[in-house]
């Protein structure tokens, strides 16, 4: 069974920098796609940054140019960069892998746990 778990999330003062990691564990033998998510107080989970098998990357437009995606498929890892944080970057961030193991035939998404990131002075 394959289980996502994230690191790297906490309180951070405006105009600050963190950096979030999701790694995969289990039998993956592709990944699709890779992906941030976060959910903010009062609101569903949006995307945050995308990054796909060619490493084409895909923004939230309100963090593009402040947040970068990046990933070690060999790892099977997938970081989140996030610098100028602002207030309304507080919320839960999710990771997701969309991927294939040897027992399945179509894509599958997995998510993980969710690590909280506060931005507040």
């Known amino acids: 069974q394959v289980q996502l778990v994230e690191s790297g999330g906490g309180l951070v003062q405006p105009g600050g920098s963190l950096r979030l990691s999701c790694t995969a564990s289990?039998?993956?033998?592709?990944?699709?796609?890779m992906g941030w998510y976060r959910r903010t107080p009062g609101e569903q989970r949006d995307l945050v940054a995308t990054?796909?098998?060619?490493?084409?990357?895909n923004y939230q437009a309100s963090v593009r140019g402040r947040f970068t995606i990046s990933r070690d498929l060999p790892k099977k890892t997938v970081y989140l960069e996030m610098k100028s944080l602002k207030p309304e970057d507080t919320g839960i961030y999710y990771c997701?892998?969309?991927?294939?193991?040897?027992?399945?035939?179509?894509?599958?998404?997995?998510w993980g746990q969710g690590t909280q990131v506060t931005v507040s002075s």
């Open positions: 997701a892998f969309q991927y294939r193991t040897w027992l399945t035939d179509d894509w599958v998404d997995s």
């Open positions: 289990g039998a993956i033998i592709v990944i699709n796609v």
């Open positions: 990054i796909d098998r060619s490493g084409n990357t």
